[in-house]
């Protein structure tokens, strides 16, 4: 049986008082090179680590509460600044970003093994000192998520911790690309000039999700005319609109999965959404 905590922890919390190691990415790209090789965990020292091996990682798959930790750091040393990647390929992980030198540690590693709807733990002598995501939050059969309020999707994108502060891509806004900086997300860190605000001025913020009071907010710092389209999941146009507007009324919709196309500037990005 799984345990399950009975103090949730949503999105991000750090339990312990001079910690010195965090999570800073939850990576879900869609590569070339296809299946689970474009995931990977991204990780910061904060303090130098005499022994790395005293922290380790367990993904909580599907809601089903902790699995423990799952994976162990080798017995090195970090330094405060560090920044550790965790690739299931590094192969598909240099092609896709380019190259990797911008990590201070790189580790080959199958623990990242997250499906864009999954929770990370991060673990100290045994102990979790942070979660990101819900580790109870229980996906529906379609693989979208009904049951838990504050949930965020990464499917095929990324999210990304600047300082305090998750920010998270659209999801599915790596697929087709063959390069993160060809794809209308480029991963943060890669552009040491992105802070959260510029993430957050460049990437539209699409919320709430799921929806359960019949209006979806669509939001940016940046002004001007959207060209929206809602397809059901038989692939129907449901709503299609040119707005300035925040929001679009679904009120009238019926319960389920549907997928919105949103174009913006120069950019396009599709998001899962779950009327609920």
């Given at each position: 049986?799984?345990?399950?905590?009975?103090?949730?922890?949503?999105?991000?919390?750090?339990?312990?008082?001079?910690?010195?190691?965090?999570?800073?990415?939850?990576?879900?790209?869609?590569?070339?090179?296809?299946?689970?090789?474009?995931?990977?965990?991204?990780?910061?020292?904060?303090?130098?680590?005499?022994?790395?091996?005293?922290?380790?990682?367990?993904?909580?798959?599907?809601?089903?509460?902790?699995?423990?930790?799952?994976?162990?750091?080798?017995?090195?040393?970090?330094?405060?600044?560090?920044?550790?990647?965790?690739?299931?390929?590094?192969?598909?992980?240099?092609?896709?970003?380019?190259?990797?030198?911008?990590?201070?540690?790189?580790?080959?590693?199958?623990?990242?093994?997250?499906?864009?709807?999954?929770?990370?733990?991060?673990?100290?002598?045994?102990?979790?000192?942070?979660?990101?995501?819900?580790?109870?939050?229980?996906?529906?059969?379609?693989?979208?998520?009904?049951?838990?309020?504050?949930?965020?999707?990464?499917?095929?994108?990324?999210?990304?911790?600047?300082?305090?502060?998750?920010?998270?891509?659209?999801?599915?806004?790596?697929?087709?690309?063959t390069t993160s900086r060809?794809?209308?997300?480029?991963?943060?860190?890669?552009?040491?000039?992105?802070?959260?605000?510029?993430?957050?001025?460049?990437?539209?913020?699409?919320?709430?999700?799921?929806?359960?009071?019949?209006?979806?907010?669509?939001?940016?710092?940046i002004e001007g005319v959207?060209?929206?389209?809602?397809?059901?999941?038989?692939?129907?146009?449901?709503?299609?609109?040119?707005?300035?507007?925040?929001?679009?009324?679904?009120?009238?919709?019926?319960?389920?999965?549907?997928?919105?196309?949103?174009?913006?500037?120069?950019?396009?990005?599709?998001?899962?959404?779950?009327?609920?």
């Amino acid at each position: 049986m799984k345990k399950k905590y009975l103090l949730l922890l949503l999105l991000s919390s750090i339990a312990m008082i001079g910690q010195d190691l965090e999570l800073k990415g939850v990576i879900d790209f869609t590569v070339p090179e296809g299946g689970s090789d474009g995931k990977a965990l991204h990780l910061y020292v904060i303090n130098d680590i005499a022994d790395l091996s005293l922290y380790g990682i367990g993904i909580a798959n599907n809601g089903g509460g902790t699995d423990g930790e799952e994976y162990t750091f080798p017995t090195i040393s970090a330094t405060a600044g560090d920044h550790i990647f965790l690739p299931r390929s590094i192969t598909a992980m240099t092609n896709y970003l380019e190259s990797l030198t911008h990590f201070d540690i790189v580790i080959e590693s199958t623990i990242a093994s997250q499906n864009g709807d999954d929770a990370v733990e991060l673990f100290f002598n045994g102990s979790v000192i942070e979660t990101f995501g819900d580790i109870d939050c229980q996906p529906s059969s379609n693989g979208t998520t009904t049951t838990c309020p504050n949930y965020m999707y990464y499917e095929d994108a990324w999210a990304y911790k600047d300082t305090t502060t998750w920010a998270f891509a659209s999801a599915q806004c790596t697929d087709g690309s063959t390069t993160s900086r060809s794809s209308s997300c480029p991963y943060p860190f890669l552009d040491p000039n992105l802070s959260t605000n510029n993430i957050q001025n460049s990437l539209l913020s699409i919320y709430p999700n799921p929806i359960t009071q019949g209006k979806v907010y669509i939001n940016s710092n940046i002004e001007g005319v959207k060209q929206l389209a809602l397809f059901d999941v038989n692939g129907r146009q449901v709503i299609t609109q040119k707005t300035e507007a925040n929001s679009i009324d679904v009120s009238q919709l019926t319960k389920g999965f549907y997928v919105l196309q949103v174009e913006f500037k120069d950019r396009k990005q599709t998001t899962k959404l779950v009327i609920n």
